[in-house]
């Protein structure tokens, strides 16, 4: 079995090479991101030009996510060696932004002593150092280390969610958004969501007009909010190393498994990220119980993991992509297909809800269902989902049919979408409205691609018309 769940990669300085770029997609890469918090502007732009020339130069189909930065608030930058915060030492936090070091933090926020309270416990990073504030004056806060730790960069400084007044998006995410969509990116992740409202303020067009948005779940309030969430974006991201600072680490792993599971149920894709490989910034190799936890996240049903330092700035970008498509491969192997589409059944039955069971999405539910046993039961050689905006081939992907996704569509913004979704390989076709027109078509690519050949028992699964708001035809056949 090739490998289902996908693969995301961020790319920095590490890995923006072009011969880096190659080594990586050949390695696995299905998404690249693009972190907007570090770095310029500029450099991000010519990073995404650079992805988009080598992935064409190598006829390989890879998404490209730009993660906004949000209200994040970061300290100045810390030396290129970084600084030791040791256990049970006193530091200050002063706003500025000339430099950090491990007596001094200073914090890109002008506000940052106004938002801080005596007692707070402040994580740095993804919480590889942590402060517990004693004191806050006009002119700094002085805390003691609780947890000590080397910070490199500009990492984040933690300020409780329900405190900060900063909105999300910030203007600042819009104006450099503005710019990758007109160069036509194909997903956009926002950070520090806390409710529906500010994924609706990001304000592009409905995907796959627009990029596909994802909303990172990080907050508290996101997680209280998460229906609303889900309903306003188009994926969604575990983001666990800011989750982590706002929730007991005890809570962290039955959180990532909610959120997943309904996520999926909603037809949406869930990327889980944050430490995955994370020894492999500095290591050949990871760690056992990072194998564990990538292996973990597949079998809740992820539609994909995602690396971030180990690409963006680690010294082994290329083995980190390679080990965690291993790792993702053998866990797809092994996962319980059967158990989570009945699993994903019984959460789409929602009493409260006539639409999911009377409207578009309940005859979609009913019609993937009935695809996903035709293919247990009759052993399809492959599905061709036949789609214009994805929401076939997405509603098809949740249920994870233990064959190969061919994801095919009129529209090359939406196959660029579905490099994200689980299990699925996109395809353009020509764009004739004809149901047999297009059936063939499919097929053809299909045939031209190696996934199907003459006799192939297949699915065909559409909607009975190019802009059908439902997923209402299955068809089984076998290919001339």
Same mark, same amino acid.
């Not at 994909?304 to 992509?321: C, K």
């Given at each position: 079995?090739?490998?289902?769940?996908?693969?995301?990669?961020?790319?920095?300085?590490?890995?923006?090479?072009?011969?880096?770029?190659?080594k990586?997609?050949?390695?696995?890469?299905?998404?690249?991101?693009l972190?907007?918090?570090?770095?310029?502007?500029?450099?991000?732009?010519e990073?995404?030009?650079?992805?988009?020339?080598?992935a064409?130069?190598?006829?390989?189909?890879?998404g490209?996510?730009?993660?906004?930065?949000?209200?994040? &608030?970061?300290?100045?930058?810390?030396?290129?060696?970084?600084?030791?915060?040791?256990?049970?030492?006193?530091?200050?936090?002063?706003?500025?932004?000339?430099?950090?070091?491990?007596?001094?933090?200073?914090v890109?926020?002008?506000?940052?002593?106004?938002?801080?309270?005596?007692?707070d416990? &402040?994580?740095?990073?993804d919480?590889?150092?942590?402060?517990?504030?004693?004191?806050?004056?006009a002119?700094?806060?002085t805390?003691?280390v609780?947890?000590?730790?080397?910070?490199?960069?500009?990492?984040?400084?933690?300020?409780?969610?329900?405190?900060?007044?900063l909105?999300?998006?910030?203007?600042?995410?819009?104006?450099?958004?503005?710019?990758?969509?007109?160069?036509?990116?194909?997903m956009?992740?926002?950070?520090?969501?806390?409710?529906?409202h500010?994924?609706?303020?990001?304000?592009?067009?409905?995907?796959?007009?627009?990029?596909?948005?994802v909303?990172?779940?990080?907050?508290?309030a996101?997680?209280?909010?998460?229906?609303?969430?889900i309903?306003?974006?188009?994926?969604?991201?575990?983001a666990?190393?800011?989750?982590?600072?706002?929730?007991?680490?005890?809570?962290?792993?039955?959180?990532?498994k909610?959120i997943?599971?309904?996520?999926?149920?909603?037809?949406?894709?869930?990327?889980?990220?944050?430490?995955?490989?994370?020894?492999?910034?500095?290591?050949?190799?990871?760690?056992?119980?990072?194998?564990?936890?990538?292996?973990?996240?597949?079998?809740d049903?992820?539609s994909?993991?995602?690396l971030s330092?180990?690409?963006?700035?680690?010294?082994?970008?290329?083995?980190?992509?390679?080990?965690?498509?291993?790792?993702?491969?053998?866990?797809?192997?092994?996962?319980?297909?059967?158990?989570?589409?009945?699993?994903?059944?019984?959460?789409?039955?929602?009493?409260?809800?006539?639409?999911?069971?009377?409207?578009?999405?309940?005859?979609?539910d009913?019609?993937?269902?009935?695809?996903?046993?035709?293919?247990?039961?009759?052993?399809?050689?492959?599905?061709?989902? &036949?789609?214009g905006?994805?929401?076939?081939?997405?509603?098809?992907?949740?249920?994870?049919p233990?064959?190969p996704?061919?994801?095919?569509?009129?529209?090359?913004?939406?196959?660029?979408?579905?490099?994200?979704?689980w299990?699925?390989?996109?395809?353009?076709?020509?764009?004739?409205?004809?149901?047999?027109t297009?059936?063939e078509?499919?097929?053809?690519?299909a045939?031209?691609?190696?996934?199907?050949k003459?006799?192939?028992?297949?699915?065909v699964?559409?909607g009975i018309?190019?802009d059908?708001?439902?997923?209402?035809?299955?068809?089984?056949?076998?290919?001339?």
């Amino acid at each position: 079995m090739e490998r289902r769940t996908k693969i995301i990669a961020t790319i920095g300085p590490a890995s923006d090479s072009e011969s880096e770029l190659r080594k990586i997609i050949d390695a696995g890469m299905d998404v690249a991101r693009l972190g907007l918090a570090h770095g310029t502007l500029d450099e991000a732009i010519e990073r995404f030009k650079r992805i988009r020339q080598v992935a064409a130069d190598l006829s390989k189909r890879v998404g490209i996510l730009v993660d906004l930065p949000g209200p994040k &608030i970061r300290s100045a930058a810390f030396s290129d060696e970084g600084s030791e915060l040791v256990k049970d030492s006193e530091i200050s936090i002063v706003p500025g932004s000339r430099g950090s070091d491990e007596k001094v933090i200073e914090v890109e926020y002008e506000n940052v002593l106004n938002d801080l309270l005596p007692g707070d416990v &402040i994580p740095f990073g993804d919480g590889q150092v942590v402060v517990r504030v004693e004191n806050v004056s006009a002119s700094g806060a002085t805390g003691i280390v609780t947890s000590g730790g080397r910070l490199h960069g500009r990492p984040g400084i933690r300020i409780p969610s329900e405190r900060l007044s900063l909105p999300t998006p910030t203007d600042s995410d819009l104006r450099k958004l503005d710019a990758f969509v007109e160069l036509g990116v194909d997903m956009v992740a926002v950070s520090y969501v806390r409710s529906a409202h500010d994924v609706r303020r990001v304000g592009t067009e409905p995907h796959p007009r627009g990029p596909l948005v994802v909303a990172k779940i990080e907050t508290r309030a996101a997680v209280e909010n998460l229906k609303g969430i889900i309903e306003a974006s188009a994926g969604i991201m575990v983001a666990r190393g800011d989750l982590g600072t706002e929730f007991d680490l005890a809570d962290l792993p039955h959180l990532q498994k909610k959120i997943i599971a309904e996520c999926i149920a909603g037809g949406l894709p869930v990327i889980t990220a944050t430490q995955m490989l994370d020894s492999m910034i500095q290591n050949s190799s990871p760690t056992r119980a990072e194998a564990s936890d990538v292996a973990n996240a597949v079998f809740d049903g992820t539609s994909a993991v995602m690396l971030s330092g180990e690409t963006a700035i680690g010294e082994y970008p290329v083995e980190s992509v390679e080990t965690m498509s291993r790792i993702a491969q053998r866990a797809d192997e092994a996962f319980d297909y059967e158990r989570w589409a009945e699993r994903v059944a019984q959460l789409r039955q929602d009493p409260e809800d006539e639409s999911s069971s009377n409207g578009s999405e309940g005859i979609t539910d009913a019609m993937t269902l009935a695809t996903w046993r035709a293919a247990n039961e009759l052993d399809l050689a492959a599905l061709l989902c &036949i789609s214009g905006s994805g929401f076939t081939v997405r509603s098809m992907a949740r249920f994870r049919p233990n064959v190969p996704i061919l994801g095919m569509t009129m529209d090359d913004r939406t196959a660029q979408q579905l490099t994200l979704s689980w299990g699925v390989t996109p395809y353009t076709i020509t764009s004739e409205l004809g149901y047999e027109t297009r059936i063939e078509n499919a097929i053809n690519v299909a045939i031209a691609e190696g996934h199907v050949k003459s006799n192939d028992l297949i699915g065909v699964l559409a909607g009975i018309t190019g802009d059908s708001p439902a997923t209402d035809v299955l068809r089984i056949m076998r290919v001339p």
